[in-house]
């Protein structure tokens, strides 16, 4: 019996995309939960900022619920752009968590897809806990790069 290595206890895989190495998760069906916003020089590098953003609160897990509401409301990606007024590109780059949406946004979103309030106020939290993690998680990653380019020196 073989077991798969980058199987999670969460039921998300890591794997990188070709282009430009970016570190993907996964669901078990193979659906696209968080692209790595960052290009990167190797697939190793790509798969560690795929391990350590995967650990940000909330990060792949929010984008992955708005995508299961806006489908349980029957609403295509491009019908959520023109009642918000904004991009598909916006839309898809939230549900992929390669942005990450403010909370007026994930409200905005949740009322669109008739949330009720508990599950809206939830997911506003999940946003408003990742913000802080997002961003000590992209000051470690800027030290580690200048130290590595450092290091190349």
Request: glycine share 6%; net charge positive.
């Given at each position: 019996?073989?077991?798969?290595?980058?199987?999670?206890?969460?039921?998300?895989?890591?794997?990188?995309?070709?282009?430009?190495?970016?570190?993907?998760?996964?669901?078990?069906?193979?659906?696209?939960?968080?692209?790595?916003?960052?290009?990167?020089?190797?697939?190793?590098?790509?798969?560690?900022?795929?391990?350590?953003?995967r650990d940000v609160p909330g990060l792949s897990d929010l984008g992955y619920r708005l995508r299961q509401l806006r489908q349980a409301a029957g609403l295509s990606q491009q019908q959520v752009?023109?009642?918000?007024?904004?991009?598909?590109?916006?839309?898809?780059?939230?549900?992929?968590?390669?942005?990450?949406?403010?909370?007026?946004?994930?409200?905005?979103?949740?009322?669109?897809?008739?949330?009720?309030?508990?599950?809206?106020?939830?997911?506003?939290?999940?946003?408003?806990?990742?913000?802080?993690?997002?961003?000590?998680?992209?000051?470690?990653?800027?030290?580690?790069?200048?130290?590595?380019?450092?290091?190349?020196?």
């Open positions: 019996m073989t077991t798969n290595p980058l199987a999670r206890p969460d039921g998300l895989h890591v794997r990188v995309a070709v282009a430009g190495y970016r570190g993907v998760l996964a669901d078990a069906a193979g659906r696209t939960v968080w692209t790595c916003r960052h290009a990167h020089a190797s697939r190793g590098q790509a798969r560690v900022c795929a391990e350590r953003e752009a023109a009642a918000l007024e904004c991009s598909t590109s916006k839309v898809s780059r939230i549900e992929t968590s390669e942005i990450l949406p403010t909370t007026r946004d994930v409200r905005d979103l949740a009322d669109l897809y008739q949330a009720d309030p508990q599950q809206r106020d939830a997911l506003v939290a999940a946003a408003r806990a990742a913000r802080p993690a997002r961003t000590a998680w992209g000051l470690r990653r800027q030290r580690q790069l200048h130290d590595d380019q450092d290091g190349a020196r």
